[in-house]
C-alpha cells in the first residue's frame, strides 16, 4: 500500500534524528501527511471546484508546515519568510473560495495563528 510508505518514512527519519530536531520533525510530518490526505479529493465533475479543493489543503499544508517550523527557527529569513507564508497562503485560501462563490468553511479556520 502506496499510502503507508510516505508515514513509515517520516517515523524513520524522525526516529534517527537528533533529539532537540525530533518534536519539529513530527510536527511536520503530521502536516504533509494532513496535507497529502486532504489533497486526495474525489472528482466532482466541477473542474474549478475540484481545483480548489485540491488546492486549499496544500495551501493549508504550507501553513502548517511554518507553523512546525517557527517555535524552532533561528534563522530570522526564514522566520519572516514562514510568516509572510502564512499570511499569503490564507488570502489565497480565501480568495479561491470566493472565486468559486463560496465562503471559506469554518472547518478550515486559522488555527496556526
Known amino acids: 500500500d502506496h499510502s503507508k510508505q510516505p508515514s513509515m518514512a517520516h517515523e524513520h527519519s524522525v526516529s534517527d534524528a537528533p533529539e ?5 520533525l513530527e510536527n511536520n510530518a503530521a502536516a504533509m501527511e494532513k496535507m497529502m490526505a486532504d489533497m486526495n479529493v474525489q472528482p466532482t465533475g466541477d473542474i474549478d471546484m475540484d481545483f480548489v479543493a485540491m488546492m486549499v489543503p496544500h495551501h493549508q499544508g504550507a501553513i502548517d508546515m ?23 497562503q490564507q488570502q489565497e485560501i480565501v480568495a479561491m473560495y470566493l472565486a468559486i462563490g463560496k465562503e471559506r468553511p469554518p472547518s478550515a479556520a486559522m488555527k496556526t495563528q
Open 20 to 24: 532537540h530536531e525530533r518534536p519539529f
Open 66 to 88: 511554518c507553523a512546525a517550523y517557527l517555535p524552532y527557527a533561528k534563522n530570522p529569513q526564514l522566520k519572516r519568510l514562514c510568516q509572510e507564508i502564512i499570511v499569503t
